[in-house]
Structure formats: structure tokens, C-alpha cells
């Protein structure tokens, strides 16, 4: 009785192979990217830092598709410094200016820059309502400028995707 039990029964080993291959499977899901991290630089008395996020859609992308994109500069540290929130249709651009007077401080002091897709980490909008949401282009740059020449300093585009936790993963945490 015993051994019928047991050539019946699945093996160990293959409940492990198959418990590992869900553990591959689920890992190698890229978690959803929900903004872009834009590098350090610095801001020095005279100067205006400004993000510009540039919606260039998709070939998919409808006409009144839209992003809401929050711009915002950081210190060194993480502290929010100035923020703003734009929706972005296809095609349209929005920035954001951080004047030097208005960060403070030291003779120069360093910045960042981030920019947060709200139409990504929200809840995702029903079928109907799907077309008229597209935050996958989005480009962004930041750049520093003199206040009395307007000549650009510097000018970033190298940016790195800010990735979300994955919904799966929070939906079966809360089992």
C-alpha cells in the first residue's frame, strides 16, 4: 500500500524543479518603472537649474494620450528642494526652474533631479480609459544656465529608470 502511495505521489525533487522554476519565472518579470533619476550636478550663485520632460509617445500613442509627470529637485541628501506636477500630452513638453537664491546655501551646492509617471504607479485605468494614458517616452534632461546670459553650462540627458515595486508581488503580500 505504501509503495502504490508513493508511485503515485509526485517525487521530492520535482516539486523542488518545479517551485524553482516559479521562483526564475517571477524574478526575471521586470518590476514596472515608475519614474527617471536624472545625475548629480551642481548649482553655483547666478544659475537656474531646469528638468524638461519631453512626452514623444509612441506609434501607438493617440492623440489625447497624457503622462502627469511630478518634476523634482533634490539635495545631496534627498530632501525636495522644488517640485511641480505637469500632464504631458504626446508631442508637448513641460520644465521646471530652480533658481540659485531660491536652493540656498553654500557657494555651490549639488542637485539631482527626478521624474515620477503618476498615470504608471497609479491604479491602471480600465479598458476604456487605457489609450488616453501612455507615459512610456517620456524624455527627459536637465540642464544649468546663467541667469544674465541664458547660455547653457551644462546639459544631462543620461537618465536611470526609478523601478516600482512589482503589483504582483504586493497583491500576493496581502493574501
Do not use: H
Request: charged share 15%.
Amino acid at each position: 500500500m505504501i509503495a502504490s502511495w508513493y508511485a503515485r505521489c509526485p517525487k521530492p525533487l520535482t516539486l523542488i524543479v518545479i517551485a524553482l522554476a516559479a521562483v526564475v519565472i517571477s524574478a526575471a518579470q521586470p518590476a514596472p518603472t515608475i519614474g527617471v533619476a536624472l545625475p548629480v550636478t551642481t548649482i553655483a550663485s547666478g544659475q537656474t537649474a531646469r528638468i524638461n520632460a519631453l512626452n514623444m509617445g509612441t506609434s501607438g500613442s493617440s492623440p489625447e494620450a497624457s503622462c502627469a509627470v511630478a518634476m523634482r529637485f533634490l539635495d545631496l541628501q534627498g530632501a525636495v528642494l522644488k517640485e511641480a506636477t505637469a500632464t504631458i500630452t504626446v508631442t508637448k513638453a513641460a520644465s521646471l526652474d530652480l533658481a540659485y537664491p531660491a536652493a540656498g546655501g553654500p557657494s555651490r551646492m549639488g542637485l539631482r533631479a527626478e521624474l515620477l509617471f503618476s498615470a504608471i504607479t497609479g491604479a491602471p485605468p480600465g479598458p476604456d480609459k487605457r489609450d488616453q494614458f501612455d507615459c512610456s517616452n517620456i524624455v527627459p534632461s536637465m540642464e544649468i544656465f546663467d541667469n544674465v546670459t541664458g547660455r547653457s553650462s551644462v546639459i544631462l540627458t543620461n537618465s536611470q529608470p526609478i523601478l516600482g515595486l512589482d503589483p504582483r508581488s504586493v497583491a500576493k503580500s496581502r493574501r
